[in-house]
């Protein structure tokens, strides 16, 4: 599909405007909505270019400024030490609501406000983005959530005060979830993984579970750890899971 990568729109949340940055197919009708949640470093070219590649598929992307509390509008932070610094420390900053309240806040743009949305909506992310994702699919609107190497779940700790209830709250989840992640993670270890799978069996959660022989932030098209058959296998995963709820 052709689609449009130039639309933004900022909206109101109880922390602020936040601006989401929408990919979306240029042909007339509405499509299933999805909110895409970043790393660290907010809307860089590689989760444009993801976005990008979602939207192609049949969907109108939201991308959201997981900082915006704290950086002005439009702000990416580099790949680089200083980037990775800043977007870590932020956060740790943010508030655990804060995130809960920006998902609510872009999914409602979806439903209620975009005239290119059909009202049947899913969440993906990677890194923050991936546990980002999970959390969004607490709202019962979200039907579906792919989660790419999902930080902090296993240990609880997004967010200020890094005590997060992420685990606890699974039974909230009425979607399906999509969890993916790379064995050389280190940032997600195999006891970690082995602790999430546990309690999404215990939550009765409908669900799927892949593992490969992949790095953290094997999606991201920079850098030495892209793997990019692993990425065209898991677009085709991603697009699957929406297909069979949001279509």
């Given at each position: 599909?052709?689609?449009?990568?130039?639309?933004?729109f900022?909206?109101?949340?109880?922390?602020?405007?936040?601006?989401?940055?929408?990919?979306r197919?240029?042909?007339?009708?509405q499509?299933p909505g999805?909110?895409?949640?970043?790393?660290?470093?907010?809307?860089?070219?590689?989760?444009?270019?993801?976005?990008?590649?979602v939207?192609?598929?049949?969907?109108?992307?939201?991308?959201?400024?997981?900082?915006?509390?704290?950086?002005?509008?439009?702000?990416?932070?580099?790949?680089?030490?200083?980037g990775?610094?800043?977007?870590?420390?932020?956060?740790?900053t943010?508030p655990?609501?804060?995130y809960d309240?920006?998902?609510?806040?872009?999914?409602?743009?979806?439903?209620?406000?975009?005239?290119?949305?059909?009202?049947?909506?899913?969440?993906?992310?990677?890194?923050?983005?991936g546990?980002?994702?999970?959390?969004?699919?607490?709202?019962?609107r979200v039907?579906?959530?792919?989660?790419?190497?999902?930080?902090?779940?296993?240990c609880?700790?997004?967010?200020?005060?890094?005590?997060?209830?992420?685990?606890?709250?699974?039974?909230?989840?009425s979607?399906?979830?999509?969890?993916?992640w790379?064995?050389q993670?280190?940032?997600?270890?195999?006891a970690?993984?082995?602790?999430?799978?546990e309690?999404?069996?215990?939550?009765?959660?409908?669900?799927?579970?892949?593992e490969?022989?992949?790095?953290?932030?094997?999606?991201?098209?920079?850098?030495?750890?892209?793997?990019?058959?692993?990425?065209?296998?898991?677009?085709?995963?991603?697009?699957a899971?929406?297909?069979?709820?949001?279509?």
């Amino acid at each position: 599909m052709i689609i449009r990568t130039d639309e933004t729109f900022d909206i109101d949340t109880p922390s602020g405007r936040m601006r989401l940055h929408v990919f979306r197919p240029v042909a007339e009708g509405q499509f299933p909505g999805i909110v895409l949640f970043s790393e660290i470093y907010q809307v860089t070219a590689p989760i444009r270019r993801l976005a990008a590649m979602v939207a192609g598929q049949g969907h109108v992307v939201a991308v959201p400024e997981v900082y915006h509390e704290y950086e002005p509008a439009g702000t990416v932070l580099a790949y680089d030490r200083a980037g990775t610094d800043r977007g870590n420390a932020l956060k740790y900053t943010k508030p655990l609501a804060a995130y809960d309240h920006d998902a609510r806040a872009a999914v409602s743009w979806l439903v209620d406000d975009c005239a290119a949305c059909s009202g049947r909506v899913g969440t993906l992310g990677v890194c923050l983005g991936g546990h980002l994702a999970f959390r969004a699919a607490f709202d019962a609107r979200v039907r579906a959530a792919a989660c790419f190497y999902a930080t902090d779940i296993h240990c609880a700790s997004l967010g200020e005060g890094k005590h997060d209830d992420t685990l606890a709250r699974l039974p909230e989840i009425s979607g399906e979830v999509m969890m993916v992640w790379g064995r050389q993670d280190p940032h997600v270890p195999f006891a970690g993984r082995q602790l999430i799978r546990e309690r999404m069996e215990l939550a009765e959660i409908r669900y799927e579970w892949h593992e490969f022989n992949a790095q953290h932030a094997f999606l991201r098209d920079e850098g030495p750890r892209y793997d990019a058959a692993l990425f065209l296998q898991c677009m085709d995963m991603a697009k699957a899971l929406f297909h069979r709820n949001l279509t």
